[in-house]
């Protein structure tokens, strides 16, 4: 199963393999989301709600799929650049836990499309035990990155994110559309004087302030849970689940309070990458 134990050559090379080929996935999945887009919005036009609610749904997961494949990229590119810490050490190093057991967790998950995946998988298994591998698959030892598992996820997307691309997809075609008012109603709205002139001081009464700190707060929140998967630093990645955290929550954040936070954070200009949805 293991073609004759462990290489470090071949684990590297299969590596790089890996970059590649996810790299040509995230591009063509991105484009042939992006052409679907365009047949939704004309599923909108002709009055084909549902119709437009089912491809949506296929969307959401292919994005989904590409943000999967952005964190195993990333989990690649550490272990390519600790390379040499994995070779000169037999045990597993604590720092390399969850990218390994990542890897080989979506391994046969992703197999169908990056068959370098199973020969990396292999080869870790081969360097830490056929049993750590096992635990790895099952992540019964629990180091496999959590938001991995949550988009490489069978369950179907939450009904009030189909409404929010529907929302979001008949704007950018300026195509009317009137969201599924049952489901808009199950997340409580945001007060309009909270989302129009938030950072004029002469409005910051009735709640406001404290509007603004609890969305500041949760962008922190999910700065930290991003953090965590940024090796190295990938500033698509954070806009990924920022943007997708405010359309859950229904915060709207102006662009530069943003930007002040991830600065303060990593001391670099990010408002030139990111980007707030306001609907």
């Known amino acids: 199963m293991f073609h004759g134990g462990y290489k470090g050559d071949r684990l590297r090379v299969n590596l790089r393999l890996v970059v590649n080929r996810l790299k ?4 063509k999945k991105t484009e042939l989301a992006q052409k679907a887009r365009k047949d939704i919005a004309d599923y909108l036009a002709g009055g084909k709600h ?21 964190i195993l990229e990333l989990f690649c590119d550490l272990l390519l650049a600790r390379f040499g810490l994995i070779q000169s050490m037999k045990e597993l190093d604590p720092g390399l836990e969850e990218s390994i057991s990542s890897l080989i967790w979506a391994a046969p998950r ?7 995946l199973k020969v990396v998988s292999d080869q870790l298994c081969s360097k830490y035990s056929k049993e750590y591998g096992k635990l790895c698959r099952s992540n019964q030892n629990g180091t496999v990155n959590e938001r991995l598992i949550a988009k490489l996820s069978v369950e179907a997307p ?20 009137e969201p599924d008012s049952f489901v808009m109603s199950e997340i409580p709205p945001v007060p ?26 949760a962008v922190e929140a ?47 200009p990010l408002h030139t990458h990111l980007h707030c949805h306001r609907t």
């Open 24 to 27: 040509l996935l995230e591009k």
């Open 50 to 70: 549902e119709r437009a609610r089912i491809r949506v749904e296929h969307i959401i997961r292919e994005d989904y799929l590409v943000e999967a494949m952005e």
């Open 110 to 116: 992703l197999q169908s499309e990056v068959l370098e």
């Open 158 to 177: 939450p009904k009030i994110l189909v409404e929010r691309y529907l929302i979001e997809i008949a704007k950018n075609y300026n195509v009317p559309f």
């Open 192 to 217: 309009e004087a909270d989302l129009i002139g938030i950072y004029d001081s002469n409005k910051w009464g009735g709640g406001g302030v404290e509007a603004v700190e609890a969305a500041v707060e």
């Open 222 to 268: 999910a700065v930290e849970a991003v953090e965590a998967v940024l090796h190295p630093f990938n500033p698509r990645l954070i806009q990924c689940q920022l943007c997708q955290l405010f359309h859950l929550c229904h915060l709207y954040i102006c662009q530069c309070h943003l930007a002040c936070i991830l600065a303060k954070k990593w001391g670099h």
